[in-house]
């Protein structure tokens, strides 16, 4: 009987697990990088703004290296290490852009005025606690190319962003810079704010306005195949539990016939003690 309690206190507690890894909130982090290879004189040639669930909270100039804290979230985190570690590496990603735009830029395009390269790394926790990154890029606001950084794949959604995809793809270096920032610093950057954020982002108000640009969502492939996942554990887990009692309850079945049935096999099988016992008489 204790094998049997214990034994399904296991299984509740391992039930308990399953779903409690799905109770976190999801939140997204999300860096809008604007490269102008001709900006005015009072213009940044790099400008980056950073957004935590669509809320702005820094916007930083590549070339002076001076940031602009947009909301208290700003203000809140500014003296943590990982703060720091995310000025420097937003400067090299500018850097990168800046330098590979005269071999992204359309052919097409280049005797029709300048362009300007827009792009988007977000990195974001689902609410199973689940987290992915991606990029867009594109020119003078028109989204063009897609970048999956969970799985390297890179997808063209406008014929501008054609030319960029076959220079970044057969370039092993940007790729897989692009992968580093996102899925590496991007989500180490998300971990250590959030320890600050969650509590001020539950009693912000929602965004009014949504960014321009497209706001990645996970696949629904990973939500359907978590639900089955989850579904087939619990039915796995139901039917152990099942087969237990069934088995416990036979047991029982079978001790109690037993014990029913001794009395009429002792008498069958073993004679009276006493009559086994003869006496001899005194001549």
């Given at each position: 009987?204790?094998?049997?309690?214990?034994?399904?206190?296991?299984?509740?507690?391992?039930?308990?697990?399953?779903?409690?890894?799905?109770?976190?909130?999801?939140?997204?982090?999300?860096?809008?990088?604007?490269?102008d290879?001709?900006?005015?004189?009072?213009?940044?040639?790099?400008?980056?703004?950073?957004e935590?669930?669509?809320?702005?909270?820094?916007?930083?100039?590549?070339?002076?290296?001076?940031?602009?804290?947009?909301?208290?979230?700003?203000?809140?985190?500014?003296?943590?290490?990982?703060?720091?570690?995310?000025?420097v590496?937003?400067?090299?990603?500018?850097?990168?852009?800046?330098?590979?735009?005269?071999?992204?830029?359309?052919?097409?395009?280049?005797?029709?005025g300048?362009?300007?390269?827009?792009?988007?790394?977000?990195?974001?926790?689902?609410d199973?606690?689940?987290?992915?990154?991606?990029?867009?890029?594109?020119?003078?606001?028109?989204?063009?190319?897609?970048?999956?950084?969970?799985?390297?794949h890179?997808?063209?959604?406008?014929?501008?962003?054609?030319?960029?995809?076959?220079?970044?793809?057969?370039?092993r270096?940007?790729t897989?810079?692009?992968?580093?920032?996102?899925?590496?610093d991007?989500?180490?950057?998300?971990?250590?704010?959030?320890?600050?954020?969650?509590?001020?982002?539950?009693?912000?108000?929602?965004?009014t306005?949504?960014?321009t640009?497209?706001?990645?969502?996970a696949?629904?492939?990973?939500?359907?195949?978590e639900?089955?996942?989850?579904?087939?554990?619990v039915?796995?887990?139901?039917?152990?539990?099942?087969?237990?009692?069934c088995?416990?309850?036979?047991?029982?079945?079978?001790?109690?016939?037993?014990?029913?049935?001794?009395?009429?096999d002792?008498?069958?099988?073993?004679?009276?003690?006493?009559?086994?016992?003869?006496?001899?008489?005194?001549?």
């Amino acid at each position: 009987m204790g094998d049997s309690k214990s034994s399904l206190g296991f299984l509740v507690l391992l039930v308990i697990v399953l779903f409690s890894g799905t109770s976190s909130d999801p939140h997204s982090l999300s860096y809008n990088f604007t490269i102008d290879p001709w900006p005015r004189d009072d213009q940044p040639w790099c400008e980056v703004q950073g957004e935590v669930d669509q809320k702005v909270f820094l916007s930083y100039d590549c070339g002076t290296a001076k940031i602009k804290y947009m909301s208290p979230l700003g203000e809140e985190v500014k003296s943590m290490s990982a703060w720091e570690a995310q000025t420097v590496t937003l400067r090299d990603t500018g850097d990168l852009l800046q330098g590979q735009m005269p071999d992204v830029t359309p052919e097409k395009h280049t005797d029709k005025g300048p362009l300007t390269l827009q792009a988007r790394m977000t990195c974001w926790r689902e609410d199973n606690g689940h987290t992915s990154a991606s990029w867009e890029f594109g020119f003078n606001g028109q989204l063009c190319l897609l970048f999956d950084s969970e799985n390297g794949h890179w997808t063209v959604v406008y014929p501008g962003g054609r030319q960029m995809k076959e220079k970044w793809e057969n370039d092993r270096a940007v790729t897989d810079f692009f992968r580093t920032v996102s899925m590496g610093d991007c989500r180490a950057w998300l971990q250590a704010f959030l320890v600050h954020w969650e509590k001020m982002l539950k009693s912000l108000a929602p965004p009014t306005t949504v960014p321009t640009a497209v706001q990645p969502t996970a696949p629904a492939n990973n939500h359907i195949t978590e639900i089955i996942v989850v579904v087939l554990a619990v039915f796995v887990i139901i039917s152990i539990v099942a087969l237990i009692l069934c088995m416990k309850r036979r047991r029982c079945s079978q001790e109690v016939r037993q014990v029913r049935c001794w009395p009429e096999d002792s008498v069958s099988a073993w004679p009276p003690l006493f009559s086994c016992i003869h006496f001899r008489g005194k001549r």
